[in-house]
């Protein structure tokens, strides 16, 4: 029973890490039908600029972890404008675009490689301690990163439903030219996506990196599970996303927990194939292009 | 109030429009009839600032609109309402609506915004939580026209409103835009059948391969069924 309950408690943890990460994803997605594949880097580097802030100078980890935040969704405008605008709208952009974004995510890497070398570091957890309820173990980190990603959650989901501009990014997701008719300016819309998207995926790596491991490449794993997790909740989906993100979370807590931590990328491969073949649009997705 | 002057303009290689000029005058409504596939929709598209020009000029009250981005132009109170079904499918008709608003001014007032457009549409408001998708034909071309209608909008420019509809429906998109252009409003309309606009055009005119063949009043114009039939087939 303790067991079941503490996988149930991981995978809630873990759940809330993929849902911050997969909803910059699919929002890239819906809207610049952009596959952006240094969604890791960022990732990443969110957690070196929260280890630099933390460890190297001093600062508290609400420092560390707003600093991540800002850090990475400049790198998200960066990219947007040195890479991305320049593709915009060209032919070919399917294909170039997502590429750009590996060739990005190697070049990240290895700055973060040159300027912090190969080792892998241990992230100060933001406050040490847990507690124990029934023989389930409540690290207070991974009750912060828990309830710091479903506000941010609940907020995005809010924002996005009711707000002004929230709806307008839906809109551009949806239909482009419609979009420009009624006044949206897309350009604009796609630079604050960018900057939010990038922004989740850093403030992720500044949490979970206490939790996991912190190195150059350590974003490359959970980036895929996020893109698990957005396929699965139906590219472009917000709501479908974020109930994705804990049905993976739970799904790899399970297996991780019953079978060992090896099995949790095979099982994840696995399920994602069988949802393929089953339901190829996803949970939430309709089997047409716009969906956000 | 609109002048169109000397406008070319085409996709990659492929001209459309070689040199065409129109103007709208305020409060006029304004047919643009031709068969499909000669140039009413992109010359519709260079005025809203979707299709960039290679030649001409695009005046709205003496003000150059080439170059200006889409955003701009309907600030300047253009409004667009495109051909098929652009509406956006995953929002619900109240959404839909409220995008209309987006400008700041008309976001402020978008209640009175909403309140006048259910009151054109009652359809719309029975369907308001309703997600887009769900509308027949003839309701998401009501919706495209409600949303066009939500902001501060001086010429209104639909684009072919009765494609695809039945004609029941037909008569009531049509009844509808005659509602809605009797106060005044600029209209500029586009279509492929000289039936639909009968009673409710100033001046009308017809295209062909890009260009302008004629131009003239429309009591005149639409009653030469010679002159339509060569040109509309």
Redesign the interface.
């Given at each position: 029973m303790g067991q079941l309950l503490q996988a149930v408690w991981g995978g809630l943890v873990f759940g809330s890490v993929y849902g911050l990460m997969a909803v910059g994803l699919t929002l890239i997605w819906g809207s610049l039908n952009l596959l952006n594949l240094a969604h890791g880097a960022i990732y990443v580097a969110g957690g070196y600029v929260a280890y630099t802030l933390m460890v190297s100078l001093g600062f508290s980890a609400v420092f560390a972890f707003a600093g991540a935040m800002l850090a990475s969704a400049a790198l998200g405008l960066v990219l947007y404008a040195v890479v991305v605008l320049p593709m915009l709208g060209k032919p070919g952009w399917d294909n170039a675009s997502w590429i750009a974004t590996v060739a990005v995510s190697l070049v990240l890497e290895s700055a973060l490689l040159l300027a912090y070398g190969p080792e892998v570091r241990a992230m100060p957890a933001a406050i040490e301690g847990a507690f124990v309820v029934n023989d389930v173990v409540f690290r207070y980190q991974a009750i912060l990163v828990c309830a710091v990603a479903v506000v941010l959650l609940v907020l995005l989901h809010l924002f996005l439903k009711t707000s002004r501009f929230g709806l307008a990014i839906r809109a551009v997701s949806q239909q482009m030219d419609a979009s420009r008719l009624v006044g949206i300016p897309v350009a604009l819309v796609f630079l604050i996506v960018m900057g939010v998207s990038a922004s989740l995926s850093g403030l992720a790596g500044a949490m979970l990196t206490s939790i996991l491991a912190l190195s150059p490449t350590a974003g490359f794993v959970p980036m895929l599970k996020a893109l698990i997790v957005t396929i699965f909740g139906g590219l472009g989906s917000v709501k479908g996303t974020i109930v994705a993100a804990y049905v993976i979370g739970l799904l790899e807590a399970f297996v991780q927990a019953f079978a060992g931590v090896a099995w949790s990328l095979p099982a994840l491969f696995l399920f994602i194939i069988a949802v393929l073949l089953v339901r190829p649009q996803g949970l939430f997705g309709t089997p047409e292009l716009q969906r956000l | 109030m609109l002048r169109v002057s000397d406008v070319s303009a085409g996709y990659g290689a492929a001209q459309v429009l070689h040199g065409v000029s129109m103007h709208v005058d305020a409060g006029e409504s304004v047919v643009l009839l031709g068969p499909n596939g000669h140039g009413k929709t992109t010359l519709l598209r260079v005025i809203?600032?979707?299709v960039r020009p290679s030649g001409g000029s695009v005046q709205f009250e003496g003000e150059e609109l080439v170059g200006r981005?889409?955003?701009e132009i309907?600030?300047a109170g253009i409004?667009?309402?495109?051909q098929g079904d652009?509406?956006?499918?995953?929002?619900t008709v109240r959404?839909n609506l409220?995008?209309?608003a987006?400008?700041r001014g008309a976001?402020k007032v978008r209640k009175d915004g909403l309140d006048r457009v259910y009151a054109l549409f009652p359809r719309l408001q029975e369907r308001g939580g309703q997600l887009a998708r769900s509308l027949s034909g003839g309701e998401r071309r009501m919706l495209?026209i409600g949303?066009?209608l939500m902001?501060d909008v001086r010429l209104l420019i639909v684009d072919e409103p009765s494609l695809g509809l039945a004609p029941q429906v037909i008569e009531d998109v049509y009844a509808a835009i005659k509602a809605i252009t009797r106060d005044g409003l600029s209209l500029l309309l586009v279509d492929e059948s000289a039936n639909h606009v009968e009673g409710m055009a100033d001046r009308v005119y017809l295209m062909e391969t890009g260009e302008f063949r004629r131009e003239g009043n429309a009591a005149e114009l639409l009653g030469d069924e010679a002159l339509l039939s060569t040109y509309l087939g």
């Amino acid at each position: 029973m303790g067991q079941l309950l503490q996988a149930v408690w991981g995978g809630l943890v873990f759940g809330s890490v993929y849902g911050l990460m997969a909803v910059g994803l699919t929002l890239i997605w819906g809207s610049l039908n952009l596959l952006n594949l240094a969604h890791g880097a960022i990732y990443v580097a969110g957690g070196y600029v929260a280890y630099t802030l933390m460890v190297s100078l001093g600062f508290s980890a609400v420092f560390a972890f707003a600093g991540a935040m800002l850090a990475s969704a400049a790198l998200g405008l960066v990219l947007y404008a040195v890479v991305v605008l320049p593709m915009l709208g060209k032919p070919g952009w399917d294909n170039a675009s997502w590429i750009a974004t590996v060739a990005v995510s190697l070049v990240l890497e290895s700055a973060l490689l040159l300027a912090y070398g190969p080792e892998v570091r241990a992230m100060p957890a933001a406050i040490e301690g847990a507690f124990v309820v029934n023989d389930v173990v409540f690290r207070y980190q991974a009750i912060l990163v828990c309830a710091v990603a479903v506000v941010l959650l609940v907020l995005l989901h809010l924002f996005l439903k009711t707000s002004r501009f929230g709806l307008a990014i839906r809109a551009v997701s949806q239909q482009m030219d419609a979009s420009r008719l009624v006044g949206i300016p897309v350009a604009l819309v796609f630079l604050i996506v960018m900057g939010v998207s990038a922004s989740l995926s850093g403030l992720a790596g500044a949490m979970l990196t206490s939790i996991l491991a912190l190195s150059p490449t350590a974003g490359f794993v959970p980036m895929l599970k996020a893109l698990i997790v957005t396929i699965f909740g139906g590219l472009g989906s917000v709501k479908g996303t974020i109930v994705a993100a804990y049905v993976i979370g739970l799904l790899e807590a399970f297996v991780q927990a019953f079978a060992g931590v090896a099995w949790s990328l095979p099982a994840l491969f696995l399920f994602i194939i069988a949802v393929l073949l089953v339901r190829p649009q996803g949970l939430f997705g309709t089997p047409e292009l716009q969906r956000l | 109030m609109l002048r169109v002057s000397d406008v070319s303009a085409g996709y990659g290689a492929a001209q459309v429009l070689h040199g065409v000029s129109m103007h709208v005058d305020a409060g006029e409504s304004v047919v643009l009839l031709g068969p499909n596939g000669h140039g009413k929709t992109t010359l519709l598209r260079v005025i809203s600032g979707l299709v960039r020009p290679s030649g001409g000029s695009v005046q709205f009250e003496g003000e150059e609109l080439v170059g200006r981005k889409p955003e701009e132009i309907v600030a300047a109170g253009i409004v667009h309402i495109p051909q098929g079904d652009l509406v956006f499918p995953m929002m619900t008709v109240r959404d839909n609506l409220l995008m209309g608003a987006y400008r700041r001014g008309a976001w402020k007032v978008r209640k009175d915004g909403l309140d006048r457009v259910y009151a054109l549409f009652p359809r719309l408001q029975e369907r308001g939580g309703q997600l887009a998708r769900s509308l027949s034909g003839g309701e998401r071309r009501m919706l495209a026209i409600g949303r066009g209608l939500m902001g501060d909008v001086r010429l209104l420019i639909v684009d072919e409103p009765s494609l695809g509809l039945a004609p029941q429906v037909i008569e009531d998109v049509y009844a509808a835009i005659k509602a809605i252009t009797r106060d005044g409003l600029s209209l500029l309309l586009v279509d492929e059948s000289a039936n639909h606009v009968e009673g409710m055009a100033d001046r009308v005119y017809l295209m062909e391969t890009g260009e302008f063949r004629r131009e003239g009043n429309a009591a005149e114009l639409l009653g030469d069924e010679a002159l339509l039939s060569t040109y509309l087939g």
